[in-house]
């Protein structure tokens, strides 16, 4: 297969790792499965350092142009002039002249034009937000105009949805019957597409892409904090946290949340005597994303000696995360890749649901038991829960590794299929 070039559509920040890890794992399968692809990442913060650290070619997202700080009104107003921009550019006799235009609007048409292939990063970037639906607007830009320069479109595992409004399901209906193929990593999000009227033998129901990501070195490779309070003999509980970051997200249900999160782990550390570590699944690349600010929330409300908390303040790799959390005796998991990352590394984990991609991807594992909603979120039920997790993490641990080759080997199929059906079609 002659070496196309691939332009991947939607991503996020590096500084969020579990972006991240989906970003890498489908970088790695697309270089499996093609001939020396040449892979231009579409992202909202082109500047982070990993881009040019790995030699990745990156240019801006739709969502980065037409955001910059500006009020709603002059938002749409940017995004007028850009779709125009695209049109003009799609139907250009003069690509060359595209391709030299200082404008970010023709630069960032011109990697579509020069794409053999657009394929919409996994991850979960449709659903209703804000008071309007604008951020679904925005998202479903990027994916419009792979549409407008008639290029096959693939799209990795996503969740999609949920949708408070008609119009959001017409417009998911509407870019995604555009798909050659797409692939759903949850079981709600499957059945959503199937609702919409999406074409049924273009989906496809694998699990999330980071279960399965670059080995992870020994043990010892990451080292645990070199705290005197610190005694490895007692076992770790991992925690990671959120911040309120959605509008979907009530302040009342945060609150309750970092609260009850607080008197849990204080029951366990008085009880079982565990050693507790926070650590940021995500550091920005707003602040109000950053999940170490929460963390320190929660710890200053445990009713525990300071020093009986470590906070992780540095920015760790998806590799160092995944050895880390394999540390642990058990996970509890705010953020879902985090949850993610330690099932892929066999440690039992307690997800705390916020959207429906959690109990979703969760139930798809057949790992229900272990969920509990954030907006049901009670004490009592997390310690109940926590407890269970602790007394029989043994016999969760030998369940995920059971588990673990079949996830992969469902993941595995996504890069494969993708280009056996681009080499049907377009070689």
Not at 176 to 188: I, K, S
């Given at each position: 297969m002659a070496s196309p070039t691939i332009l991947l559509i939607n991503f996020h920040s590096t500084k969020n790792s579990g972006d991240l890890a989906l970003l890498e794992a489908a970088i790695r399968q697309l270089q499996s499965n093609f001939d020396l692809p040449q892979?231009?990442?579409s992202a909202n913060y082109p500047q982070e350092e990993y881009f040019s650290e790995n030699d990745i070619s990156v240019v801006y997202s739709p969502a980065t142009l037409i955001?910059?700080?500006?009020?709603?009104?002059?938002?749409?107003?940017?995004?007028?002039?850009?779709?125009?921009?695209?049109?003009?550019?799609?139907?250009?006799?003069?690509?060359?002249?595209?391709?030299?235009?200082?404008?970010?609007?023709?630069?960032?048409?011109?990697?579509?034009?020069?794409?053999?292939?657009?394929?919409?990063?996994?991850?979960?970037?449709?659903?209703?937000?804000?008071?309007?639906?604008?951020?679904?607007?925005?998202?479903?830009?990027?994916?419009?105009?792979a549409?407008?320069?008639?290029?096959?479109?693939?799209?990795?595992?996503?969740?999609?949805?949920?949708?408070?409004?008609?119009?959001?399901?017409?417009?998911?209906?509407?870019?995604?019957?555009?798909?050659?193929?797409?692939?759903?990593?949850?079981?709600?999000?499957?059945?959503?597409?199937?609702?919409?009227?999406?074409?049924?033998?273009?989906?496809?129901?694998?699990?999330?892409?980071?279960?399965?990501g670059e080995p992870i070195s020994d043990r010892g490779s990451i080292p645990l904090p070199n705290k005197p309070t610190i005694d490895p003999a007692r076992g770790f509980i991992g925690v990671t946290v959120i911040r309120k970051l959605l509008k979907t997200l009530k302040g009342e249900e945060i609150e309750k949340y970092h609260t009850a999160l607080a008197g849990a782990l204080t029951f366990m550390v008085r009880k079982y005597d565990p050693n507790i570590l926070f650590i940021p699944q995500v550091t920005g690349p707003t602040e109000a994303e950053d999940d170490r600010i929460a963390a320190r929330l929660i710890r200053d409300r445990m009713g525990i000696p300071i020093d009986r908390v470590y906070l992780f303040e540095d920015h760790l790799s998806t590799v160092e995360?995944?050895?880390?959390?394999?540390?642990?005796?058990?996970?509890?998991?705010?953020?879902?890749?985090?949850?993610?990352?330690?099932?892929?590394?066999?440690?039992?984990?307690?997800?705390?649901?916020?959207?429906?991609?959690?109990?979703?991807?969760?139930?798809?594992?057949?790992?229900?038991?272990?969920?509990i909603e954030l907006d049901r979120f009670e004490e009592a039920e997390l310690v109940h829960k926590l407890e269970k997790l602790w007394q029989n993490r043994i016999q969760v641990r030998e369940e995920i590794n059971r588990c673990l080759p079949v996830w992969i080997k469902g993941v595995e199929?996504?890069?494969?299929?993708?280009?056996?059906?681009?080499?049907?079609?377009?070689?």
């Open positions: 892979v231009i990442v955001y910059s700080n500006h009020s709603l009104w002059r938002q749409v107003f940017i995004w007028l002039i850009g779709l125009i921009i695209s049109c003009y550019s799609a139907y250009s006799t003069r690509p060359k002249a595209i391709s030299n235009a200082s404008n970010p609007w023709r630069k960032l048409a011109a990697s579509y034009a020069s794409a053999d292939l657009i394929v919409s990063c996994p991850g979960n970037q449709f659903l209703s937000m804000g008071r309007f639906g604008w951020p679904m607007i925005v998202s479903a830009t990027a994916v419009y105009l549409i407008l320069f008639k290029k096959p479109l693939y799209v990795m595992p996503q969740s999609i949805g949920p949708f408070r409004r008609s119009w959001e399901r017409r417009l998911m209906k509407w870019l995604y019957q555009h798909a050659r193929l797409v692939f759903l990593r949850d079981g709600v999000s499957f059945q959503l597409a199937k609702d919409l009227g999406l074409p049924s033998d273009r989906l496809l129901h694998v699990p999330d892409l980071a279960l399965a995360l995944k050895a880390l959390y394999r540390h642990m005796d058990i996970m509890v998991a705010s953020r879902l890749h985090s949850g993610i990352f330690s099932l892929s590394v066999g440690t039992p984990t307690l997800f705390i649901g916020y959207l429906t991609k959690t109990r979703g991807v969760i139930e798809d594992l057949d790992m229900g038991e272990w969920l199929q996504v890069g494969l299929r993708i280009a056996q059906d681009y080499q049907s079609v377009w070689t």
